[in-house]
């Protein structure tokens, strides 16, 4: 389901795995604390979106976007169903939704993030193309691919997390790239 990952690989110079490590060892440094999930955005978002070039022109990042979903309803005697909401994250190049991105606080379970990506997917103009998101708490890493056919299909990548030996961020980076 995740095909044009096939073949993916990292490819970042030294500086850029400067900026990814300092993020990490950053975000290890406060893992003790309630962090907010404006933080996250801060610590975490920000040096990948900043490395992987989705952070700079061409793409625009959006913050807190907002969009209403409406669902038909199922019968005439009910009114749809309007779900508004603000996208955390957006990226955009031109008016292709590039990334949705979905974050919580880092003491949330990464997929708590899921119900409302998804949603927020559901509003894109796009019909056609696969759509991405990126669930996170700073913590742990999902990606999430939506394919808006006449019946929504999405699939989970796996997670990547900040726990294991070496830098998951890179990976997460090259993917995002």
Known sequence: ????????????????????????????????????EEVVKMSILAPLLAVSGLGTAPFVPKAEKQIEVTFPAQDSDTEDEVIRGRIDLLVLYQNLWVVTIETKPQQSDVL???????????????????????????????????LKKATPTYCLSELFTLFRQGNEMYQVTAILQ
């Open 112 to 146: 708590e993030a899921l119900p409302q990506a998804l949603t927020y997917m559901m509003a894109s103009p796009e019909r056609e193309l696969p759509l991405f998101g990126l669930l996170t708490n700073g913590r742990h890493f999902m990606f999430v691919k939506l």
């Open 1 to 36: 389901f995740f095909s044009e990952w096939h073949g993916v690989e990292v490819d970042l110079d030294e500086r850029d795995c400067y900026w990814l490590d300092k993020a990490k060892s950053n975000f290890l440094g406060l893992i003790k604390y309630r962090l907010h």
